[in-house]
């Protein structure tokens, strides 16, 4: 089956944009992680659909349906900087004349709005604290208080007896275990990455995040993405960050956050039912199409 497809990046975090506004093409879960493949597909950390919205969906003003597949074929509920693309891709592609618009996500409706200096922001919603809504298993957990907030004790199966994290877990419509670390160079992201991710207190899976606070406006960041592995960056990584130093006293309500592939800002008030907002790129790299095998390998 031959499709077409457009690549774009935000902050280096890479996808394959599908537009299925005029019919599905019904791809497999094998399909999607073929098209991710950076060896014999097109390459990408994530898969993002642009559909039309269910009838329902209309009456309440939504534009489009935003789906998201990670490059292990799993669809996933959210993807920050895979939604300010998806608001480039609809413009640019005049599927849409409106600067800001609606989107059906997995998790809810979110609004990216094109600004005047080409970056894209997002309201991507307020964040969610209560373990269940992560949802994260903290039975038999005492969580360390701090600030407004709270980093729970996390276990690392396969590593010494001693070798406990303290995470900050938060959903940004998708799960997020945040850790503070003193310099996001040397942190072990690739060793200990894998394992929060993979955690039997996160039943859904995790994305893990590795923040180092350079001041109370500016932070550096690395994500270990689930189903993805580490990205150039991560947009709801990014939210969950601040959000979660903001919650711990060591952050202003507006942040830069450099991530390996760029800057993205983020600003959250402090207030639990308030929105978190997130501005950054949104490129096109090319586009082109590509032969589908029925069955990939």
């Not at 600003?267 to 997130?278: H, I, L, P, T």
Request: glycine residues 12%.
């Amino acid at each position: 089956m031959k499709i077409r497809f457009t690549k774009m990046q935000g902050a280096g975090n890479d996808f394959v944009v599908l537009d299925e506004t005029a019919g599905p093409l019904g791809l497999s879960a094998a399909q999607y992680r073929f098209l991710a493949d950076r060896h014999f597909g097109v390459g990408a950390d994530q898969i993002l659909t642009v559909r039309p919205p269910s009838p329902g969906a209309v009456a309440d003003g939504v534009d489009f349906e935003y789906v998201i597949h990670n490059a292990d074929g799993g669809e996933v509920e959210q993807c920050g900087n895979g939604a300010r693309c998806f608001a480039r891709f609809v413009h640019d592609r005049g599927l849409t004349g409106k600067d800001t618009i609606r989107v059906q996500t997995k998790s809810g409706v979110i609004s990216p709005r094109l600004t005047g200096d080409g970056r894209v922001t997002v309201d991507m919603g307020s964040p969610r604290f209560e373990p269940a809504k992560v949802p994260f298993d903290a039975a038999g957990l005492v969580p360390v208080a701090q600030g407004s907030g709270q980093k729970w004790p996390l276990a690392l199966d396969g590593q010494a007896q001693d070798a406990i994290v303290l995470v900050a877990v938060v959903s940004m419509g998708n799960p997020h275990a945040v850790q503070l670390v003193d310099d996001v160079d040397t942190a072990p992201v690739a060793q200990t990455g894998p394992l929060i991710e993979r955690h039997a207190r996160f039943p859904q899976r995790v994305n893990a995040g590795y923040l180092q606070i350079v001041d109370r406006s500016h932070v550096r960041l690395r994500v270990f993405e689930r189903g993805a592995g580490e990205t150039l960056a991560c947009g709801t990584g990014a939210c969950a960050a601040v959000v979660s130093g903001i919650r711990l006293g060591l952050l202003d309500t507006t942040v830069d956050v450099q991530t390996r592939g760029g800057r993205l800002t983020i600003a959250w008030s402090g207030r639990e039912a308030d929105s978190v907002f997130m501005t950054g790129p949104a490129t096109t790299v090319f586009e082109g199409q590509i032969d589908i095998p029925d069955t990939p390998v």
